[in-house]
RNA sequence: GGUGCUAUCGUCUAGCGGUUAGGACAAAAGAUUCUCAAUCUUUAAACCGGGGUUCGAUUCCCCGUAGCACUACCA
């Protein structure tokens, strides 16, 4: 029988969600809507001493920013949760833990530890490799070496425990991956996992995981590779609650490496290299700490998606800009590569720029707003449509609305100070005379148009021999302060006969 | 140390036995121009090494090497 297709993003609430995640959440969501399946967000804060207030929230925030759109569990419109197989946040799904440790402790697949952190400790330092395992649990204190009665006794004193996976040895477990093929690891090396702590009665991550997709009818486990090595663990587990033929497929995704040097990109790297690797700026309440984001460098959701997409996946042929939709159409994960990728943040500048060529002007210049009040500038300084003209000028030099302003705060506020390296290359002994001839000539100047103006200016240039260059940087130089913007004419347009005039006027008397 | 995964330009990648090894980012050069950009054109840039298999390996297999991950009462 084919079984509707459910995957799930189950992230753990101890800080901002990493870009990593967000591209696992991401490649997650592309293989339900390919399959017409359900997307669900699970909560897994079985770690209460890592609990991060706010963390949750940021993450719905995130996942609905980029447009990853949950169908059931945790989401922005139920913050509690939708669905039939909830709780959705495994803190609040104790109860349904207990009985699953149970039916383990019952089956003899699992068993109650009594060694205390430090005993472990001792163990480890006394002998090499220490591992939790078939050849080492006789020598613990566990309900495998002591008395039924010591055990009980130890229980009723209240004594703190762990129930231990029990794992058979000398055995090879194969897990299918569907994007490694078979991976076969011998149960040797695997150590009894803890499944349930009783210091604070909330299972591991290992237990809640199987349980939870069991429950949750998951099919497909779509996560970073660091779980690849604890895989095996897992196809145990399925197989000791006897889910085996239920057991939802597994894909592990290739890590996103640091661009510079070795490693997986961490947490620290946006710091260290001055780029975000979170999707929303996060601050963090518990160690007081503030990370950037990609929402608040100025990137659009579209952008990231396309960037985080083309890491680690990609469909045959050269296309590069893929909206969230075609995405969708093409996603498969047998596309996915094996290896790691390093994160480019260059690349990631050029989509942004790319789906900001795509927006229309007054969609820019309505964005462009509030950069404007940032600056100091009145929003009325000029009519809508003159803003949409002079974003629209602009735009394909910029990778950030923010950056519209250090192309075009002239059309805003005239120079007051002029650059030094323009006006040593491109301001000369004639540029005065030059320039008070030109005012002359066009405070005469009745028709302001582009057209009208260049003819006049072209022909008087001509006429007394003046080089074009020289008197129009000049002229540059009077109405931008510096030797950059678009084609001169555009500017005054904009500015208009006026403030053109008064700018020469100003620039005669305050270059020297 | 052990175990596993991986290996094509600096980076992301296409290639699924026979190709002048393709594209994109970044870089360089040129064109354009009143400036700065943008744009266009061009250039430079890669199959980790060694064995096999095969008529033929970037491609399949093995070994080596390197990188990465995991090795918690964290996920």
């Known amino acids: 029988m084919e079984r509707r297709v459910r995957v799930r993003f189950a992230p753990s609430p101890t800080g901002a969600l990493h870009i990593g995640g967000v591209r696992t959440a991401l490649y997650n969501y592309l293989f339900a809507r390919r399959h017409g399946g359900d997307m669900l967000l699970r909560i897994e804060d079985t770690d209460s001493t890592r609990f991060v207030p706010g963390a949750e929230q940021y993450i719905i925030e995130a996942l609905d920013w980029l447009g990853i759109r949950i169908d059931e569990g945790i989401c922005m419109d139920a913050p509690n949760g939708k669905g039939d197989h909830g709780p959705y946040r495994q803190s609040e799904r104790r ?28 163990k480890r330092a006394q002998i090499p490799n220490f591992q939790y395992d078939a050849r080492t649990r006789g020598l613990m204190r566990n309900s495998l070496t002591l008395p039924a009665d010591e055990v009980q006794r130890l229980l009723n004193e209240g004594r703190q425990y762990v129930v231990r996976f029990r794992i058979e040895p000398d055995e090879d477990v194969h897990v299918h991956d569907l994007i490694r093929g078979e991976v076969v690891i011998n149960s040797n090396i695997l150590d009894d996992k803890v499944l349930y702590k009783s210091a604070d009665d909330l299972p591991t991550y290992h237990l809640a995981n199987i349980v939870d997709d069991h429950l949750m009818e998951i099919t497909h486990v779509i996560r970073g590779e660091e779980w690849l090595p604890s895989a095996p663990l897992h196809v145990l587990l399925y197989r000791a609650f006897g889910w085996e033929d239920t057991m ?12 510079d040097g070795n490693g997986k990109l961490s947490k620290r790297d946006g710091d260290r290299l001055g780029f975000p690797v979170f999707p929303l700026e996060f601050h963090n309440e518990k160690d007081g700490t503030v990370s950037s984001g990609y929402r608040e460098s100025g990137y659009y959701p579209e952008a990231v998606i396309n960037f985080l997409a083309l890491l680690g996946w990609h469909a045959t042929g050269d296309r590069e800009i893929y909206s969230m939709d075609e995405l969708i ?10 290896s790691g990728a390093k994160f480019d943040y260059e690349k990631g500048k050029w989509f942004n720029h790319q789906y900001l060529m795509l927006r229309p002007d007054d969609q820019l210049a309505r964005e462009f707003l509030p950069v ?90 001509a006429a007394n021999e003046y080089g074009v260059g020289l008197v129009m940087n000049a002229f540059r130089i009077c109405l931008v302060g510096a030797a950059r913007g678009p084609h001169i004419w555009e500017i005054t347009g904009v500015l208009g006969k006026q403030e053109t005039l008064r700018r020469m006027r100003v620039a005669l008397q305050n270059i020297h």
Request: aromatic share 12%.
């Open 95 to 122: 109860v349904i833990y207990h009985r699953y440790v149970r039916q383990l402790l019952d089956s003899g697949h699992a068993y109650i530890a009594f060694d205390t952190p430090e005993e472990l400790e001792q």
């Open 248 to 259: 939802p497929q597994f894909a592990h995704l290739p890590l996103l490496l640091k661009p």
């Open 329 to 338: 159409r093409d996603f498969s994960l047998d596309r996915v590569s094996k």
């Open 372 to 461: 404007l009040d940032a600056h100091g500038i009145a929003r009325d300084i000029y009519p809508m449509p003159v803003i949409e003209h002079i974003v629209g000028l602009m735009k394909e030099r910029v990778n950030f609305v923010s950056e519209l302003w250090d192309q075009c705060d002239f059309f805003f506020r005239a120079p007051d100070e002029y650059d030094e390296k323009s006006l040593k290359k491109r301001w000369k002994e004639d540029s005065p005379r030059h320039i008070t001839e030109l005012l002359a000539l066009l405070e005469q100047q009745d028709d302001w148009s582009a057209e009208a103006l260049d003819a006049l200016v072209m022909s008087w240039i």
